[in-house]
């Protein structure tokens, strides 16, 4: 990053800084984690983990903490443990504690980030983000262990593919659609699996199409195919093969999906809708989202803006 671009950067967090010095949600009761875009409470859902997926953060904080120069991987799997307890306010305070200590860290900035983003602080989250791509300029891409593993426990995102699919999501939430394209650009240039191609592919497809680049957006979704090699990212992919005709959008609703599933899919279907000019019926099916309440699911807090929005 050249000195000019630096200054720009440091303008842009002072600006950040001063305009909101702090999220919104430090002022809440402690038993409410944060407002939605639509002015409803929403209060603090603390999750019990199952007793392996426990034992095994725990395992790793161990592994961590043999290595006395790994305090930061530590902070990350406590914060990371409180998020998935849905206690996410203490998860960026915990995160922001460590940013203190470790100010040069991206993977502090990548993780506070994905929390302001479940607590509605987009401002603070695209702060963060933009804050870990500069920090990770020039440097090689690590795996990101997963807390929750997928049915073949490998590991499908990597630091920098986070970052990025994240920046793109705080911008599309804020309706930045230029700046989301390139976020997820740099995302699908950065994956190697086609997982992670697909998360950032869905995306990616919603901000061509949401400012009015049609033709581009078709063509990019063409290579999408049935036989692609998929662990988790299941929703993505058949949402992706029915927005290039492959699929016929009932078989999304084809077996027993998950909760996060359930709004990830509907958001998409919303989406579909929206773009094919059913825009009644798209919202109808985000309130529907919405009204189900989970509420720290990317596509319930998609779902909740477009809301706000239209």
Excluded at 258 to 280: E, F, P
Aim: proline share 4%.
């Amino acid at each position: 990053m050249n000195a000019f671009k630096k200054y720009l950067f440091a303008v842009v967090l002072f600006s950040l800084a001063c305009t909101n010095p702090e999220p919104s949600f430090i002022s809440l009761p402690e038993d409410v984690q944060t407002v939605s875009q639509l002015g409803d409470t929403l209060f603090t859902k603390s999750t019990e983990l199952p007793e392996s997926i426990s034992s095994r953060i725990d395992s790793l904080i161990n592994v961590a903490e043999a290595d006395q120069d790994d305090q930061v991987t530590i902070m990350i799997w406590q914060a990371r443990k409180k998020g998935y307890q849905g206690e996410y306010r203490d998860a960026v305070q915990l995160l922001s504690a460590a940013i203190d200590e470790y100010p040069n860290e991206p993977r502090l900035y990548r993780h506070r980030g994905h929390r302001y983003i479940t607590l509605r602080a987009f401002d603070h989250a695209i702060a963060d983000f933009e804050k870990a791509v500069e920090l990770i300029q020039g440097t090689e891409d690590i795996v990101e262990p997963d807390g929750l593993p997928n049915a073949r426990n490998f590991p499908t995102s990597t630091l920098h593919t986070n970052i990025w699919y994240h920046l793109g999501l705080a911008y599309y939430l804020k309706g930045d659609y230029e700046n989301a394209q390139f976020a997820y650009q740099r995302c699908m240039l950065a994956s190697t699996n086609d997982d992670m191609m697909v998360a950032a592919l869905y995306w990616y497809y919603m901000t061509l199409k949401r400012a009015g680049k049609d033709e581009l957006a078709g063509k990019v979704i063409q290579p999408v195919t049935p036989k692609m090699d998929i662990i988790e990212n299941n929703s993505y992919h058949k949402l992706l093969l029915v927005f290039n005709g492959t699929f016929e959008p009932e078989m999304l609703l084809e077996g027993d999906e998950s909760d996060l599933d359930n709004a990830t899919i509907g958001y998409g279907l919303g989406n579909w809708h929206y773009i094919n000019g059913r825009k009644d019926r798209a919202k109808s099916i985000w309130q529907q989202v919405y009204d189900a309440g989970n509420w720290a699911a990317f596509g319930f807090i998609a779902s909740e803006a477009e809301l706000v929005n239209k």
